[in-house]
């Protein structure tokens, strides 16, 4: 029904940047909100952005406000996240989610279409 397949993950010293993608494919206008999440060893799935699909209204956890920047691209049907001034706790599988258009934004259950995740590593 939909699929989301991310991309750009990889490694970078603390202070860097990277960029990753998530391409959408399948029915793509049932889809409002898309967000990335990201999970390290030892830690629970966790909030790091979403975007909304009119107003482009962006939400942000607090530990990545300021350094992370949401967007989307839907006429290739393509979400971003630009990561800027790195940490090594930025250190993780980050993956890209995309849900139906109602609901909340803030938890891993709002969301119902997943990809596989792109590994991210920021060194000391």
């Known amino acids: 029904q939909v699929h989301l397949v991310e991309s750009g993950g990889g490694l970078a010293q603390a202070g860097g940047s990277l960029r990753l993608s998530c391409v959408v494919s399948?029915?793509?206008?049932?889809?409002?909100?898309m967000g990335w999440f990201r999970q390290s060893p030892g830690k629970e799935r966790e909030f790091v952005g979403a975007?909304?699909?009119?107003?482009?209204?962006?939400y942000y956890a607090n530990l990545v406000k300021g350094r992370f920047t949401v967007s989307r691209d839907n006429a290739q049907n393509t979400l971003f996240l630009q990561m800027n001034s790195l940490k090594p706790e930025d250190t993780a599988d980050y993956y890209c989610?995309?849900?139906?258009?109602?609901?909340?934004?803030?938890?891993?259950?709002?969301?119902?279409?997943w990809g596989q995740g792109t590994h991210v590593t920021v060194s000391s």
């Open positions: 989610a995309a849900k139906r258009p109602y609901g909340g934004i803030w938890f891993e259950s709002d969301y119902e279409y």
């Open positions: 399948g029915r793509t206008s049932i889809l409002g909100s």
């Open positions: 975007i909304t699909n009119n107003w482009m209204n962006t």
